[in-house]
T-cell receptor, first 115, second 114 residues
Framework: EAGVAQSPRYKIIEKRQSVAFWCNPISGHATLYWYQQILGQGPKLLIQFQNNGVVDDSQLPKDRFSAERLKGVDSTLKIQPAKLEDSAVYLC?????????????FGEGSRLTVL | GDSVTQMEGPVTLSEEAFLTINCTYTATGYPSLFWYVQYPGEGLQLLLKATKADDKGSNKGFEATYRKETTSFHLEKGSVQVSDSAVYFCALSDPFEGAQKLVFGQGTRLTINP
């Protein structure tokens, strides 16, 4: 079974530039998450989708971050304009629908460096 | 809000040593508790979980017991191997906050020397 796919794996940009990350979840997983992991910290939830609807985006900095999930499958996370403090690994995860099991399946992440 | 606190790392042990990584939590409701592991070059993956008080989760020789009275979920292994070198994250999911929303601790890097 194919896992969660993310791209690009690495990206280096200058501050005020824009960047986009792509995620393809495991087939059949209705729930998709984007997490931000700053060096030395645990992952922090940015946004959670159920199919193509947003369940929780309370910690998404909406002045610069946006995310969409087209047709309830792939998702894109965009940052525009980037700040130095956005340097982090952006993790995409997906899970089965249904009762809370807590098992999320993570991709390898996209590492962003903002100079 | 909900939070998870893990022991500071990094932790370095010799092969076959006993491992404990401490984890405590605060939550509004009655959370489920998890340990996730991130091996070098790989994504986070679920190691074990416990969904109610006094439950014990176990996998790959690792164990953790859900202690409601001490709000803890410490990870233990009796004899570690070099292949256990990884970053370990304690996490909770609070149904009061919404299904399958994980809150993570800061992670503990474990290195096992042969």
């Amino acid at each position: 079974e194919a896992g969660v796919a993310q791209s690009p794996r690495y990206k280096i940009i200058e501050k005020r530039q824009s960047v986009a990350f792509w995620c393809n979840p495991i087939s059949g997983h209705a729930t998709l998450y984007w997490y931000q992991q700053i060096l030395g910290q645990g992952p922090k939830l940015l946004i959670q989708f159920q199919n193509n609807g947003v369940v929780d985006d309370s910690q998404l900095p909406k002045d610069r971050f946006s995310a969409e999930r087209l047709k309830g499958v792939d998702s894109t996370l965009k940052i525009q304009p980037a700040k130095l403090e956005d340097s982090a690994v952006y993790l995409c995860a997906s899970s089965f629908p249904g009762p809370n099991t807590g098992e999320l399946f993570f991709g390898e992440g996209s590492r962003l460096t903002v100079l | 809000g909900d939070s998870v606190t893990q022991m500071e790392g990094p932790v370095t042990l010799s092969e076959e040593a006993f491992l404990t990584i401490n984890c405590t939590y605060t939550a509004t409701g009655y959370p489920s508790l998890f340990w996730y592991v991130q091996y070098p070059g790989e994504g986070l993956q679920l190691l074990l979980k416990a969904t109610k008080a006094d439950d014990k989760g176990s996998n790959k020789g690792f164990e953790a017991t859900y202690r409601k009275e001490t709000t803890s979920f410490h990870l233990e292994k009796g004899s570690v191997q070099v292949s256990d070198s990884a970053v370990y994250f304690c996490a909770l999911s609070d149904p009061f906050e919404g299904a399958q929303k994980l809150v993570f601790g800061q992670g503990t890097r474990l290195t096992i020397n042969p």
